[in-house]
Nanobody, 123 residues
Framework: QVQLAESGGGLVQAGGSLRLSCAAS????????MGWFRQAPGKEREFVAA????????NYADAVKGRFTISRDNAKNTVYLQMNSLKPEDTAVYYC????????????????WGQGTQVTVSS
């Protein structure tokens, strides 16, 4: 079974930056889409960004376009989410997820999930 492990969350002031990492193991990912989702208390899990493992083609939620960048390191089987210009509304638990192609923005379409990492942005 595919295993995903997020890391890199923490506390940062508004305007700061964090880089989240998602280490993937237990499968082959050449035909996979890797996604980042986030969930704030009392809210539904929402799409943040996704990337085709093979090509690097990416898709972003409108709320993070221009601020967040998703990337992957094939040699390390790791997906990253570089988060710049962070805002208090970015505060959430961030989850890494995986699915077979095609790309999707619904959490229910993803098959495997990490444990989540907390990102807190103070004003």
């Amino acid at each position: 079974q595919v295993q995903l492990a997020e890391s890199g969350g923490g506390l940062v002031q508004a305007g700061g930056s964090l880089r989240l990492s998602c280490a993937a193991s237990g499968g082959t990912f050449s035909s996979y889409v890797m996604g980042w989702f986030r969930q704030a208390p009392g809210k539904e899990r929402e799409f943040v960004a996704a990337i085709f493992w093979s090509s690097g083609g990416a898709n972003y939620a409108d709320a993070v376009k221009g601020r967040f960048t998703i990337s992957r390191d094939n040699a390390k089987n790791t997906v990253y989410l570089q988060m710049n210009s962070l805002k208090p509304e970015d505060t959430a638990v961030y989850y890494c997820a995986a699915k077979r192609w095609p790309i999707a923005v619904s959490a229910g379409d993803y098959d495997d999930w990490g444990q989540g990492t907390q990102v807190t942005v103070s004003s």
